[in-house]
């Protein structure tokens, strides 16, 4: 017989992507199959916690099936948020709340998915623990479309976005192709800081697709004449080019490029200047200057919630390292974070283990430099090896009526106290 | 056994789709099966046979797998072009310069994948062959994302378009309620004149999602200031508001919103000024004066190259019209297009007819103003009736190493003279 558990809380956090959903069935089912007692979602994270804001999972999560569309459910089931908590020293009081509401649901193990900031989040929790005596053990699983944490192999989230990726660039590029005019094509990534997504277009390339032409990733400097120069080259020996362009490419002062335009000021949900107009800025300055016909197309939020194509591997990962961190914590970890190990390239072997999470928090992994060509354009092919592996296979989604079928939250919302 | 007959021709015109390639196959299948000796295709249509750019189909498409391939590859697999030919009146060189080719060729049956200008070539070519005594018989094969053909049902490129719109149009949906934080989303949506497009957004709606709050169609005069009323009353009601805009809304005085923008002039692959930026303007306006988080969001060209999601419907479709023309064609017709007539509803039975060229070229066909409500801002549940049996079942990709792969145009030219 399972032993029986004390209850278990689960808080999805920071920017979705199309597989975080996997990881919270992850979590749900591991705690539910190891005798948890009851397993409780926050909504909205560590925000909505403190406004007491959580559900009783079971309540949703109510069937194998009901666990099967929950992991191709796009975007947090359970609602996200972005917030920092204050340092332990300067504000006592909300983790004393925190701690006296997750005592009044009788919690014993918090799992938080999500990337930087949510490790931040796990370590300050795990930290106050320690200084308050609880017992409760706090463990970290990582997602991220942008693949930037430290210490894992990569982020569940990022292959699908990368499979994704990678298979819209082969049809714009094949869409590019279809007049007998010359063209321009930019396409805007996403990734503010890394280029992990920029450099997956070149995914692209292959027996039965040319790839893009270059790959402007934000870890080198953009310099906007010699990035003219380079498409106007290109536009002379070729009838369709087609560039792919971080939101984050900066210039040497620091500036990033959609800053160049006198465009309109778009804010995210989250209040974050938004960074784009990179692409619809360079498009228009090559129209202007080059001449030829350009187009400007930016991959958007998409990046993040196109679960109708993801990759099997991550999806399968994801929710991999949320039952893990799940063991992890039932057998008396804390403090730590769920990391990918690749064992094997070829064929590809990964497992997971768990990392101190002080050491993750925070710390924010870049392309290496060499894993990007001399002139900065493009990427090596030892990047793209290490991306292969991780948009292998499909998860199908359960499709009704024509479109996938999602877990639609019906907002059965319990409030205590 | 099969009779031996001439020699074949076929073109591609227009605007891609998803599944345009699928007519092509179905056109050389079929071609090859009731024994014609070759088949032809002309590059970037009848403005790359004017310079005698064709090749012979048979040199590419070597195998059933191939076909397979084809079917699924995106945008025209033999380059499309936008070219009208002139009145026969006013310029008769031109269409002997095309007989003559054609007649060097041996070919005895001429076929053109396209939409409205696409038939108009077909019109004029049959009437030519008339006027000079030649046997070549000249089918119209439709097809167009825009489902603006007159006197068929629908038209085959539709299908996935809309189930593609729908997919994604559910997934931002949900990706917008990610955060605590009240947010407008904008999406635009392709459309110049009819909004057949945009009303699929409506698609999305169902047990699992609700919806985008408001459609505007091109159909009906858009009005900014009772728009920005719309939108601030559901905003006071709803977290996350999400309104589809057709890229071809119009002010009453004619002018484009889009054209309100003082942004950047796109020009597209064939030099028409792109009608882009619409989203934008009202996001922005939106964040101004109402003074929300806003996102707006362009389905851009994807919508007719998302060959990663089509349906099966439509994909099927498409491989029928390209066959019926062939059998119809070698039956004697000639100056016909093939139409899609439904039959039945449910169950959705669709069948394949001919209809005179002359009554199709050039009609537009839009949405009928009582498949839109009356406050203009969203779709009956008719029209829903009318595209949902379109966009149902998938044709899975087939994939390689973790993309969809394409049947890829090795440039295998052949000039002649």
């Not at 929790?125 to 017992?135: E, F, M, P, T, V």
């Not at 210039?251 to 107009?277: M, N, P």
């Not at 679960?307 to 914590?329: C, N, P, W, Y």
Request: net charge negative; aromatic share 8%.
């Amino acid at each position: 017989m399972t032993e029986v558990r004390g209850n278990v809380i689960v808080g999805q956090s920071g920017g979705p992507t199309a597989v975080i959903n996997s990881s919270l069935a992850g979590v749900f089912k591991t705690a539910k199959d190891r005798g948890a007692r009851k397993v409780y979602g926050m909504l909205h994270g560590i925000q909505g916690l403190l406004q007491e804001r959580y559900v009783d999972l079971e309540e949703h999560i109510k069937s194998d099936l009901d666990i099967e569309l929950l992991k191709r459910t796009p975007s947090a089931y359970l609602g996200s948020c972005r917030f920092k908590l204050p340092e332990i020293c300067d504000d006592r009081e909300i983790y004393d709340k925190i701690f006296s509401i997750l005592d009044k649901l009788e919690v014993e193990y918090f799992f938080y998915i999500g990337g930087n900031d949510s490790m931040d989040t796990i370590k300050k929790l795990s930290d106050y623990s320690l200084l308050n005596g609880s017992k409760i053990r706090f463990m970290g699983v990582p997602k991220t479309i942008d693949n930037d944490l430290a210490a894992t192999d990569h982020t569940p989230g990022y292959g699908s976005a990368a499979k994704y990726i990678g298979a819209i660039t082969k049809e714009v590029i094949r869409d590019g192709l279809v007049y007998d005019q010359q063209n321009v094509t930019i396409l805007e990534i996403m990734g503010r800081n890394a280029g992990w997504l920029t450099g997956a277009a070149a995914l692209a390339k292959g027996e039965d697709c040319e790839g893009p032409d270059m790959l402007f990733l934000p870890e080198v400097t953009f310099d906007v004449d010699s990035f003219m120069k380079k498409v106007e080259e290109l536009h002379k020996k070729k009838a369709s080019v087609v560039v792919a362009v971080s939101e984050g490419v900066k210039l040497a002062d620091g500036r990033y490029v959609c800053e160049l335009t006198d465009g309109i000021e778009f804010v995210d949900a989250f209040g974050h200047k938004q960074l784009t107009g990179t692409a619809r800025f360079l498009a228009e300055k090559i129209n202007r200057e080059v001449g030829c016909k350009t187009r400007a197309i930016e991959f958007n939020s998409l990046q993040r919630c196109a679960s109708h194509i993801v990759s099997r591997v991550d999806i399968t990962e994801a929710f991999q390292v949320g039952g893990a961190a799940v063991k992890e914590a039932f057998e008396g970890e804390t403090g730590k974070m769920i990391i990918l190990k690749r064992v094997s390239d070829d064929p590809y072997v990964c497992v997971t283990d768990i990392y101190d999470v002080h050491k993750v928090a925070n710390v924010e992994k870049k392309v290496p430099r060499e894993w990007i060509n001399e002139a900065g354009d493009y990427v090596t092919e030892e990047f793209v090896n290490y991306i292969r592996p991780l948009i292998q296979a499909e998860l199908t989604p359960i499709m009704t009526d024509g479109l996938p079928r999602h877990l639609y939250y019906t907002d059965v919302e319990k409030k205590q106290g």
